[in-house]
């Protein structure tokens, strides 16, 4: 009996303890599963938004690219349009303001202002949501909840501006400019260097709309500078810049022969080029708005948001390329010129200006 008794007692103590690891398992296995749930839930949860500048989301420019970028993000994380990641239409300046508050009300975690035009209003809703997280393209705010997110346009802008040098028969270019300012002085004075490094007696007409939404504008410069000889037109102008393909395109369609030029901005334009089986983009300046929003967006999805910090973009970083999708007038020769000119910059043997005094120095030197 005694014997018996003891069998019993440790196959019963075996049944217990068996059940004891299963329970273990068991609840481990539950532990695992809620980890996982967690992480999907975070990035199910997660919403990013962006409030465009006056240009519009279909700006064929910067706008247009940050959307692409939020996009791309939300397809990646298996993220649904207008519910997890949207964007906000700014129609003038006073918009921003309520397109900022709005996205605030509706819980979006990471808001971002496309455009140094939002910098004041939107310095004001972060101070006001220090709970938030927020980013700002082209300027920089020195607050703790802001990343600034800007790129090095003058170096772009050189590189498309040794093309046109290369590529323009009259030896006349322009520039138009949507709003003069400091941002868009970069891409002046870096297309000016370029131009000049390869041709120092180029002549480059410079021209502002005053706006980067206003197409009519665009294309009454345009039209003024092709009727003076000029053929090669480079543009940094938002919305403006559909104008200027109108005004090439227009005058294209009226002479096949004639050599007209466009230089697209921000993203690739080439598309806007295309006038049956003839394209007057000659490149573009690609700034890439969309990787950047991408990459912060990321960060801030797995909990590394750059607060405070400034991320700058340019060629060394991937941020900042010039587009060969015109095969036809981008030719071998052009591009080779152009790929060694963006090597002695990332050597460090060229310093591109960035402002118009930097520019008269470097032009000292030419």
Not at 16 to 28: Q, V, W
Not at 156 to 184: C, E, Q, R, W, Y
Not at 280 to 290: A, E, F, G
Not at 292 to 311: D, H, I, R, S
């Amino acid at each position: 009996m005694k014997k018996l008794g003891l069998l019993v007692l440790i196959l019963g103590l075996g049944l217990f303890l068996a059940a004891c690891g299963s329970g273990d398992k068991k609840e481990e296995g539950n532990k695992e599963n809620a980890g996982d749930n967690a992480k999907s839930g975070e990035a199910s949860d997660f919403k990013v938004g962006l409030v465009t500048d006056t240009g519009g989301v279909d700006d064929k420019s910067f706008n247009q690219s940050a959307w692409e970028g939020l996009k791309a993000f939300g397809d990646q994380n298996g993220l649904k349009e207008n519910e997890n990641y949207a964007y906000a239409q700014s129609k003038s300046e006073a918009d921003y303001i309520p397109n900022l508050q709005r996205l605030v009300r509706d819980k979006f975690d990471l808001i971002y202002g496309i455009g140094y035009k939002l910098k004041n209003d939107l310095t004001k809703v972060a101070e006001q949501n220090s709970d938030k997280h927020f980013g700002i393209v082209d300027e920089v705010i020195d607050a703790p909840n802001v990343v600034s997110i800007t790129f090095k346009e003058h170096e772009g802008s050189f590189l498309v501006g040794v093309a046109a040098a290369l590529k323009t028969k009259s030896n006349k270019i322009g520039f138009i400019g949507g709003i003069d300012s400091p941002l868009i002085n970069k891409f002046e004075a870096g297309f000016i260097a370029g131009a000049k490094s390869v041709n120092p007696n180029i002549e480059v007409d410079v021209k502002y709309a005053e706006s980067f939404d206003d197409v009519a504008k665009g294309k009454l410069i345009a039209a003024n500078m092709y009727d003076n000889g000029i053929d090669v037109i480079y543009h940094a102008a938002g919305g403006v810049g559909n104008g200027v393909f109108q005004q090439a395109r227009d005058l294209k369609q009226s002479d096949a022969d004639r050599e007209i030029w466009v230089i697209g901005v921000d993203r690739d334009q080439h598309e806007e080029g295309q006038i049956g089986d003839q394209n007057v983009t000659l490149t573009s300046m690609v700034k890439r708005v969309d990787v950047a929003v991408e990459q912060v967006a990321t960060k801030a999805l797995n909990g590394e948001f750059p607060g405070g910090e400034q991320l700058e973009f340019g060629i060394e970083e991937k941020g900042i390329s010039f587009s060969t999708a015109n095969k036809d007038a981008m030719t071998q020769d052009i591009i080779d010129t152009v790929n060694e000119w963006q090597d002695k910059i990332l050597k460090g043997e060229v310093k591109v200006p960035a402002t118009r005094d930097d520019l008269k120095e470097f032009e000292k030197s030419l």
